[in-house]
């Protein structure tokens, strides 16, 4: 699709106006125009009709594109307070896209995040590990190690065993 196309589809997204958000869904899925879900994520933070949320949730948990996961790790980057971050970050392990070069982003929201964020956050991580370098794999469960006395004690046990199935998978 030509380029000039997509930026007026993504301007047209950025209204907000539902029927722009299916076209822009709908580009998306056929053309995987990855650029176009950081506009959707954007919507997301809206006060969206649920129908258009599920649309866009149900977008990114059935994308099968390793050129997204970039433009999503940047767009949750951009907005680490997003209102819907526990439901982009569920629906990111629920698809086939695998975040192994973005541990050190996923290892942040772990620390930073409530106990859901944190939990899909380890998710995510787990469904990454297995690509992930075990060098750099091991220094950020280091990394995450070192705050676990900072977090809540429920937050706490779900860290600790959720390191010791990365370190000793079955």
Request: glycine residues 4%; contains cysteine; charged residues 25%.
């Amino acid at each position: 699709m030509p380029r000039k196309d997509i930026r007026k589809i993504r301007e047209q997204i950025r209204s907000g106006n539902p029927a722009y958000v299916m076209e822009g869904i709908r580009i998306c899925r056929d053309h995987e125009e990855a650029d176009i879900l950081s506009d959707l994520v954007r919507v997301l933070g809206m006060d969206t009709a649920p129908s258009l949320r599920q649309a866009i949730l149900g977008l990114i948990s059935d994308l099968n594109s390793q050129h997204a996961v970039p433009v999503l790790v940047r767009a949750i980057r951009e907005n680490p307070r997003h209102p819907c971050l526990q439901e982009i970050l569920a629906a990111c392990w629920q698809s086939r896209m695998i975040f192994h070069e973005h541990i050190p982003f996923l290892i942040d929201l772990i620390i930073s995040g409530d106990y859901m964020i944190s939990l899909e956050s380890l998710t995510i991580l787990e469904n990454a590990s297995e690509l992930a370098g075990r060098d750099i794999l091991e220094k950020e469960l280091n990394r995450l190690e070192t705050h676990i006395p900072r977090m809540n004690s429920d937050k706490q046990n779900l860290v600790r065993e959720m390191i010791r199935g990365l370190r000793h998978p079955v």
